[in-house]
């Protein structure tokens, strides 16, 4: 693996006390009902994301979400000419996905340079987009849409979804529909919508031992699944089960993004002209 | 991935086809092609399969190293999954050319195995701590005609079966250093349970319906299918989806219904294979790479 | 749903007919005689005539050749070639067709709809497009032999043309038999193109309408189920046949296809099925008549 010579790395490695310490103590206690923590959000609940158009000066469009302490920043570059000619896709645009995850973002400290995990979460996020985006409109050239998260309390590839799709609309680029994206967790039989970090890597095993993940990206006003991606020990009834809630999970968030990018067109928009 | 080009009528001929129940080499929307499966072909691993799926080759080798568990699992062995696209299998393969697929299919493979049930981890665990044994998993392409996810699945499946971890002994000495001893007797192994590793199914969804083991001809007419890994009992480990296009909601879960059906019937002829491969002793015929 | 799965088995060798006098591999002196012209597949080294490639030798008066058994395409004018379009260029397009370099199909050497004397209008250029786009399959005839190897083809006849619905089969083109006629409407109702280039072409019999548009109109009507089982059927006959180094023409299509009628259409779906009875049968039939047969 190729190191970065230019930092001073520590030992080749090292540990976060904090993974020793025994499970649950330091975790709060995401038992297999949201009763406790997280204030009154039900199972089926999604957090309340706040998220913004437009505040990276020089991208041609930029998203900020937040939900809960998830935080994800992403910036659309694009569309200009594609660098590498190839032969084969000329008349349709291409389309670039690129997940950062900040070294920081997790409890282990991550790595700068882009490692196998990110390059897949990369994967996830281009195919979710690609089918939202009108890509035939744009011969010859290439979108780059880089997303960094900053703050992983779970779900964050779902807001990563979400986050892409808000900023390559600020950025005007044409495309079928806002693609959402939404996460759940499963275990035993509660499926929890949204999952916060603590729940997500809840080590406490359910009564019947399965617990899976899944990811979904939904173009809500096409009804069409983009992406999907699920992991776990799961029976196909719990997968559908779970499928549609982050489809309702989808549905959910979907006027308040409507929302964010009605407001940024507003504050785009020259003052009327008195 | 290999890519063919196909014109808009054999497009069109191709996707009535599929729609008739009748796909362009004879076959209905839910039959494999035939497979060739052979298990102990390198002898340098711990156990090797080699399985060919129409024109398609995979050669996976097993090896057992002792390494240290991760931190977070102090009593669990772990498996590192590698697949090389080799540059026999198409030129495009050449330089780097492999390494997009190669990491998406390896990426694909941690997630179909990262559950509790798939392999017993437990089991690969010498002492809690510090050794366990690691498999490495190393899926070597020698030819693509479509459905690489089936074929290196089922491969897997049938080297796990042919490997045998050598026998370890924990000895403590006086001061408290636990020493690692190999048993003597090379035949004197552990086997690993194989029975709920899953069996992964591609559904291609061309026009309204959905076909299994899709050739490059039935890939290049759709545009997005659905990875399901399933295990013996019909238990799902991954679901993911693959290619530009998206899916309607309803038949994303008609496809999951597909996908746990095959998948769940895949795994008896492939063990009773392994079985009867096993029972044949050496008398069984190696035919390795000139088949 | 069906899965065969099986152990694998070494392939029985099927007895080979016919003897091949001689066989040379690469570096193997043919002769240190220094009347002999070197041809195609040799060099001279120290005056010895020695092959380059592995094949068979074949003399011919003063020359001697090897030809090699397993190549790339080399076409000669007249052959009848299947290919795929890979590019679109001006008043050209070129055309995939298994041999060396990608073949030539001039603007000038189709048949535009409008009949023979149409003249090439920048119209036409412009819309080269609307005919052939890349992926598209075509049926050609070699026109010309350009001194690189290059091809150029032309499909100025009422035969040649775009192909609509059906499936292409590849072989090596060492295993087409040159004959009369490569196109074939065979009785058990289905239509082959047996490319010199190895690249076969499967399609229903077309009716009688079809021929209207000059060949540029493509039928995207559904093919009737019975047509489809037939040309998959054929596919796999002709894979088969291939995979056992069964010279391709009409007849042994037809023997192997009949033989085949046997068993199920998936259970011809690999080159194991009892191909080797279904040989032994086409050989017989096929190989004591060899050359003369005539098409149906």
Redesign the interface.
């Known amino acids: 693996m190729p190191v970065d010579h230019r930092r001073i790395r520590g030992p080749d490695e090292s540990f976060s006390p904090r993974l020793f310490l025994p499970s649950g103590s330091a975790k709060c206690a995401a038992a297999e009902d949201r009763r406790s923590g997280d204030g009154a959000r039900g199972n089926m609940d999604v957090r309340a994301i706040f998220a913004r158009c437009g505040l990276v000066s020089q991208a041609k469009g930029s998203a900020y979400i937040e939900a809960g302490n998830t935080k994800v920043i992403c910036s659309v570059y694009g569309p200009r000419e594609t660098e590498r000619r190839d032969e084969t896709e000329m008349k349709r645009g291409k389309l670039l996905a690129d997940v950062r995850l900040a070294p920081f973002s997790c409890r282990k400290r991550g790595q700068w340079i882009q490692g196998t995990e990110e390059k897949d979460l990369s994967q996830f996020l281009l195919e979710s987009l690609r089918p939202g985006v009108l890509l035939q409109k744009y011969p010859r050239s290439q979108i780059e849409v880089c997303v960094m998260v900053l703050e992983n309390d779970g779900a964050f590839l779902a807001h990563a979804v979400t986050c892409a799709s808000l900023a390559l609309a600020d950025a005007g680029i044409e495309m079928y529909d806002v693609v959402m994206g939404c996460a759940a967790r499963r275990s035993g039989d509660a499926v929890l919508l949204d999952p916060t970090f603590a729940e997500e890597h809840d080590e406490h095993p359910s009564p019947s031992g399965k617990e899976s993940r899944l990811t979904l990206a939904l173009m809500p006003a096409m009804n069409q699944v983009s992406g999907l991606q699920a992991e776990g020990e799961m029976d196909a009834e719990s997968l559908v089960e779970a499928a549609r809630a982050c489809m309702e999970g989808c549905y959910k968030l979907y006027p308040v993004v409507q929302q964010t990018l009605l407001k940024s067109v507003r504050k785009k928009a020259p003052p009327p002209e008195s | 991935m290999a890519t063919v080009q196909v014109s808009e009528a054999e497009k069109v001929y191709i996707l009535h086809g599929v729609r008739d129940d009748l796909r362009v080499d004879g076959r209905g929307c839910e039959d494999y092609r035939h497979m060739d499966i052979e298990t102990d072909v390198v002898s340098n691993t711990d156990g090797s399969a080699k399985v060919s799926l129409g024109y398609s080759d995979v050669l996976v080798g097993v090896k057992a190293e002792v390494g240290k568990p991760r931190p977070a699992l102090p009593d669990q062995g772990y498996l590192e999954f590698f697949v090389d696209c080799s540059a026999n299998a198409t030129p495009e393969f050449e330089g780097r050319g492999g390494e997009e697929l190669g990491l998406e299919l390896s990426n694909t493979l941690y997630k179909v195995f990262s559950n509790k049930q798939s392999v017993d981890l437990h089991s690969l665990c010498i002492s809690p701590g510090e050794h366990c044994w690691v498999l490495y998993v190393d899926v070597l392409l020698l030819q693509c005609d479509g459905n690489l996810f089936d074929a290196i699945s089922i491969a897997i499946k049938a080297a796990l079966f042919n490997t045998r971890i050598p026998k370890v002994h924990l000895s403590e000495d006086e001061e408290g250093g636990k020493e690692i001893e190999l048993s003597d007797d090379p035949y004197d192994c552990v086997r690993l349970n194989v029975e709920n590793v899953p069996c992964i199914v591609t559904l291609c969804k061309i026009g309204h319906r959905h076909v299994v083991d899709a050739t490059l001809q039935e890939k290049a007419c759709s545009v997005a299918s659905l990875l399901i890994a399933t295990t013996h009992r019909g238990t799902v480990t991954c679901v993911r989806k693959f290619g530009g296009g998206s899916l309607d909601p309803e038949s994303i879960f008609e496809m999951i219904e597909t996908g746990k059906r095959v998948g769940k019937a895949l795994h008896t002829p492939l063990m009773e294979l392994l079985k009867e491969e096993e029972s044949l002793g050496k008398k069984r015929q190696k035919v390795g790479f000139l088949g | 749903?069906?899965?065969?799965?099986?152990?694998?088995?070494?392939?029985e060798e099927v007895p080979l007919q016919g003897t091949f006098a001689n066989l040379v591999v690469p570096g193997d002196v043919i002769t240190t005689d220094t009347g002999f012209m070197r041809g195609h597949g040799t060099y001279v080294d120290d005056e010895k005539l020695t092959a380059s490639v592995a094949g068979e030798v074949e003399r011919v008066n003063k020359l001697i050749c090897v030809r090699p058994l397993k190549t790339r395409f080399n076409g000669e004018v007249g052959d009848v070639v299947v290919g795929?379009i890979?590019e679109v260029q001006q008043k050209r397009w070129k055309v995939e067709t298994n041999s060396r370099l990608d073949s030539v199909l001039l603007l000038s050497a189709v048949n535009l709809p409008g009949g023979e004397l149409r003249r090439r209008s920048a119209e036409d250029e412009l819309s080269m497009r609307d005919y052939l786009q890349?992926?598209?399959?075509i049926s050609a005839e070699v026109q010309n032999v350009f001194t690189d190897g290059a091809l150029s083809l032309h499909t100025r006849s009422l035969k040649y043309g775009k192909?609509?619905?059906?499936?292409?089969v590849q072989v090596s083109p060492s295993l087409v038999k040159r004959q009369k006629t490569h196109f074939h409407n065979l009785p058990c109702g289905a239509s082959v193109i047996l490319g010199n280039n190895g690249y076969i072409w499967l399609y229903p019999t077309p009716g009688q309408l079809d021929e209207e548009a000059g060949g540029y109109y493509?039928s995207?009507e559904?093919?009737q189920?019975a047509d489809?089982?037939v040309i998959?059927?054929l596919?796999?006959c002709l894979l088969a046949l291939a995979a056992h180094k069964v010279l391709l023409f009409d007849t042994s299509v037809l023997y192997c296809y009949e033989s085949s009628l046997s068993h199920?259409?998936?259970a011809?779906?690999?080159c194991?099925l009892p191909v080797n009875e279904v040989l032994i049968e086409t050989r017989g039939h096929g190989g004591g008549c060899d050359g003369d047969t005539t098409p149906p």
Do not use: K
Request: hydrophobic share 35%; aromatic share 0%.
């Open positions: 749903m069906a899965a065969d799965m099986r152990l694998p088995t070494r392939r795929r890979t890349e992926g598209d399959l192909l609509g619905q059906g499936i292409l493509t995207m559904p093919v189920l489809r089982e998959s059927r596919r796999n199920q259409v998936q011809s779906v690999t194991h």
